[in-house]
């Protein structure tokens, strides 16, 4: 009992994402990995007309009609999507692009945990290439389409008006530099002889998000100078330096080099704000350092 129990934990594994999280009925959103006992229907896209699940009986009881799952009804994950208000989780080969707000499924049957290379270098032979490292690789393109700005499924709601930057994304940076303060507080306390400036990148940089045009950049924050088309001139397929890119004319007048990188002109001025502004704590002209030369006055 307690072997099959291993088993089971082992077989498969769900992200289930959602904000609040002490109700059932509050998750938005479901991720999963594994064999069949969760595979909702990729098995028929890695193996085309070879599925014997995507052929009556299987799906009998509850679909009453074979949807290439391994059961005659319902799997584990079928009835924890219904659990929690959700749709049924569709699986993730085959629909490549589709939205997926809700969750998607990266499982497939006969997945295994170790990879491919493995059981090749020992010469045995496996029932699919989608081992549990290969359905991760294919969550981390799934998510980076949907980070991608062209992508079809952007919500205005996400990005501040006034930046047009994503605003979870912000407020995790913010997140992140409250503990950072917190801990190089403790670090000063434990070295009280030593002078730790916090240097707030964020802030300098957001400086330039909110009047990009009042320090100069006419050409905005957001889209870049470098690179292949699209919204923000930004193009996954053709970044900065390879073919189907191309340069703008004045990059001082960008914020953005590269979609990555900001330009030159940006790190000045976000040198600028540490250096005489009142970005870094303590701020940097109370400490030792006085009559520092203006940017552009620094050496080559
Ligand atoms: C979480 O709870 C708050 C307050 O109860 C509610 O306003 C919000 O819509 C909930 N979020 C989700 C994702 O259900
Ligand atoms: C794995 O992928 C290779 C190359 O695409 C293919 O030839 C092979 O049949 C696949 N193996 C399985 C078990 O799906
Ligand atoms: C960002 O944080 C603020 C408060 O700190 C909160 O009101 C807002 O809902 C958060 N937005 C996102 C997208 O997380
Ligand atoms: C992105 O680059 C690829 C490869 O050069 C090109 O085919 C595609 O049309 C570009 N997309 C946009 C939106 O310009």
């Not at 953005?256 to 870094?280: P, Q």
């Amino acid at each position: 009992m307690a072997l099959s129990h291993f088993l089971f934990l082992l077989k498969f594994f769900l992200i289930i994402s959602g904000t609040n999280i002490s109700v059932l009925g509050c998750y938005t959103s479901i991720f999963s990995f594994g064999v069949s006992l969760v595979d909702t229907g990729s098995n028929f896209h890695d193996k085309p007309n070879r599925s014997p699940y995507c052929h009556l009986p299987y799906g009998q009881a509850y679909f009453q009609r074979a949807t290439c799952c391994a059961s005659d009804g319902r799997l584990i994950i079928d009835y924890i999507a219904q659990e929690l208000g959700l749709p049924l989780v569709p699986p993730y080969l085959g629909k490549e692009g589709v939205n997926f707000q809700e969750g998607v499924n990266f499982a497939v049957i006969g997945a295994t945990a170790l990879d491919t290379n493995f059981f090749d270098e020992i010469g045995i032979t496996y029932p699919t290439n989608y081992s549990l490292g290969a359905q991760l690789e294919l969550f981390k393109k799934f998510l980076s389409s949907q980070c991608d700005p062209s992508s079809s499924n952007r919500n205005k709601d996400d990005y501040d008006p006034l930046t047009g930057c994503l605003n979870w994304l912000n407020n995790f940076s913010e997140y992140h530099n409250k503990f950072l303060q917190q801990e190089l507080d403790r670090v000063r306390k434990l070295h009280p002889h030593a002078n730790i400036i916090y240097a707030d990148n964020y802030n300098a940089a957001m400086q330039i998000y909110r009047s990009p045009s009042q320090l100069g950049f006419q050409k905005g924050a957001l889209s870049t100078c470098c690179g292949g088309g699209g919204p923000y001139n930004y193009n996954n397929s053709a970044q900065c330096g390879s073919l189907g890119s191309s340069v703008c004319e004045e990059p001082s007048l960008h914020v953005s080099w590269d979609g990555t990188h900001l330009t030159e002109a940006a790190y000045g001025s976000i040198a600028n704000g540490l250096l005489r502004g009142l970005f870094t704590v303590p701020r940097m002209n109370t400490l030792c350092l006085s009559g520092l030369p203006k940017i552009g006055e620094f050496p080559n």
